[in-house]
């Protein structure tokens, strides 16, 4: 009987919401078109509110009371109406009956109402009245046989479902203690794989479903209500089959056994690693609008690890860092993330934990230079002269010269043999 109730459950929002609808439709004062196509309406009601309805449509439908369409008498301003699909349609005179009983329509299913067929059908109307009437109480006849055949139907299936979730009597489940025996044999040398089981469950379901869409079955609103079980059984199942299929996602692995690092970009972010001599600088490419509360580093001496919306992303260093000393700033234009790490002294092995000096690329270049200057060829010059310029002798002193007493000039006299008076020459003062 569980079952029972979840089916009726499963029945009770639609009917809930049919109920609703046909409590507050007549509410709608200002409502033109009403479209209730495709619905399990068996009558005609409520609808004398809608003062402004102009177009009804209830096409395909359970209508068999074709009498109350006389309740949209009060609809003066209704002009199109569509019956097709329903019960009542095959009534004999059915359009007539319509057509004397509504005068303020204009088309009925689609059809004009010409003058003429007006006039004749008010004619007829004391005669096709009660053949209407008659027509009616023959078709709530049928309806009543089919109510009580789909509740006992309904019953019956209810029961087998019951059966099935409950094989016992007293709801316990048996089995087959033979059986049982030879799958435990059985299972010591062969496992059936699940992929079987699955296969063969899919292919009963699909029959079952073939067949029920294959099956026979009348025009009635009890049908429709089975249809639309059966639907949303089998869109259940599908949720639990895809529930199934669904496989959880393992964590990703940042950290071997061995406890190594793991190089790992799963935001798929673009970044650039700068390595000098004192510091690392680890520049992310993080999204421009990302709220920074989603962002989370962590900085260990040989890695760095940010967390970015829950995915990780981890660089192993190229040399140890000081964790307490470094520092993340966030760009406000770019959006960027900058992780300054600076360097230590020593570095600490994986495999032993012996301390070595880092080398920085200056003291690199000094040993490479001293091992080549080793190797060089030197000339061989005189160790008598320098191998440098003297600097005591860049500038040289002049030698300083004794002065010599200035002697009186001699005055040639005119008593000297020597002596030539030449006229021309001046006389010397």
């Keep these: 009987m569980e079952s029972g109730l979840m089916r009726q459950r499963?029945?009770?929002?639609?009917?809930?919401?049919?109920?609703?609808?046909?409590?507050?439709?007549?509410?709608?004062?200002?409502?033109?078109?009403?479209?209730?196509?495709?619905?399990?309406?068996?009558?005609?009601?409520?609808?004398?509110?809608?003062e402004e309805l102009a177009k009804l449509d209830l096409t395909v439908n359970f209508i068999g009371e074709l009498s109350s369409i006389k309740t949209l008498k009060h609809n003066?301003?209704?002009?199109?109406?569509?019956?097709?699909?329903?019960?009542?349609?095959?009534?004999d005179h059915y359009r007539e009956f319509v057509v004397a009983t509504l005068p303020q329509l204009k088309w009925l299913d689609?059809?004009?109402?010409?003058?003429?067929?007006?006039?004749?059908?008010?004619?007829?109307?004391?005669?096709?009245?009660?053949?209407?009437?008659?027509?009616?109480?023959?078709?709530c006849l049928k309806r009543a046989k089919l109510k009580e055949e789909a509740q006992r139907k309904h019953q019956e299936e209810d029961k087998n479902e019951d059966k099935r979730s409950n094989p016992g009597s007293d709801g316990r489940r048996y089995a087959d203690i033979d059986a049982t025996l030879s799958s435990l044999e059985?299972?010591?040398?062969?496992?059936?794989?699940?992929?079987?089981?699955?296969?063969?469950?899919?292919?009963?379901?699909?029959e079952d479903d073939l067949e029920f869409w294959n099956k026979p079955c009348l025009f009635t609103p009890e049908s429709r209500l089975e249809t639309l079980?059966?639907?949303?059984?089998?869109?259940?199942?599908?949720?639990?089959?895809?529930?199934?299929?669904?496989?959880v996602k393992p964590p990703r692995t940042l950290i071997t056994e061995n406890?190594?690092?793991?190089?790992?970009?799963?935001?798929?972010?673009?970044?650039?690693?700068?390595?000098?001599?004192?510091?690392?600088i680890l520049d992310l490419?993080?999204?421009?609008?990302?709220?920074?509360?989603?962002?989370?580093?962590?900085?260990?001496?040989?890695?760095?690890?940010v967390m970015i919306k829950g995915k990780p992303f981890q660089l192993v260093l190229p040399a140890e860092v000081k964790p307490d000393s470094s520092s993340a700033k966030r760009s406000q234009t770019t959006g960027h993330l900058v992780i300054c790490m600076p360097k230590v002294g020593e570095v600490i092995t994986g495999g032993q934990r012996a301390f070595k000096s880092m080398k920085t690329t200056s003291d690199r270049s000094r040993e490479q230079t001293n091992a080549r200057s080793k190797h060089m060829e030197?000339?061989?010059?005189?160790?008598?002269?320098?191998?440098?310029?003297?600097?005591?002798?860049?500038?040289?002193?002049?030698?300083?010269?004794?002065?010599?007493?200035?002697?009186?000039?001699?005055?040639?006299?005119?008593?000297?043999?020597?002596?030539?008076?030449?006229?021309?020459?001046?006389?010397?003062?």
């Excluded at 003429?116 to 009437?133: G, N, T, W």
């Excluded at 079980?229 to 496989?247: G, P």
């Design 186 to 206: 059985s299972k010591d040398h062969l496992q059936a794989p699940d992929t079987q089981e699955y296969n063969t469950k899919k292919l009963d379901k699909s």
């Design 76 to 91: 003066i301003h209704l002009k199109e109406l569509f019956l097709m699909g329903n019960p009542c349609a095959s009534f």
């Design 259 to 280: 406890g190594k690092a793991l190089n790992v970009n799963e935001p798929k972010i673009d970044f650039s690693l700068n390595d000098n001599e004192k510091q690392i």
């Design 110 to 139: 689609g059809k004009e109402i010409e003058p003429s067929e007006r006039i004749k059908a008010l004619q007829d109307y004391s005669v096709i009245e009660p053949q209407i009437r008659e027509q009616e109480k023959d078709h």
């Design 229 to 247: 079980r059966h639907m949303e059984k089998q869109r259940k199942n599908q949720e639990k089959l895809s529930e199934k299929k669904k496989k």
């Design 285 to 305: 490419a993080v999204y421009r609008y990302m709220d920074t509360s989603l962002i989370d580093v962590d900085v260990q001496p040989t890695y760095v690890r």
């Design 10 to 50: 499963e029945c009770q929002p639609l009917c809930a919401l049919a109920r609703e609808l046909r409590e507050n439709v007549s509410k709608l004062k200002k409502l033109e078109y009403l479209n209730l196509a495709l619905n399990n309406i068996e009558k005609i009601e409520n609808l004398e509110g809608c």
């Design 378 to 429: 030197k000339l061989e010059v005189d160790p008598s002269k320098h191998s440098f310029p003297d600097v005591t002798n860049i500038v040289q002193e002049k030698k300083r010269t004794p002065r010599r007493r200035s002697e009186p000039k001699i005055i040639p006299s005119e008593e000297d043999p020597a002596f030539e008076d030449n006229p021309e020459v001046p006389p010397l003062i």
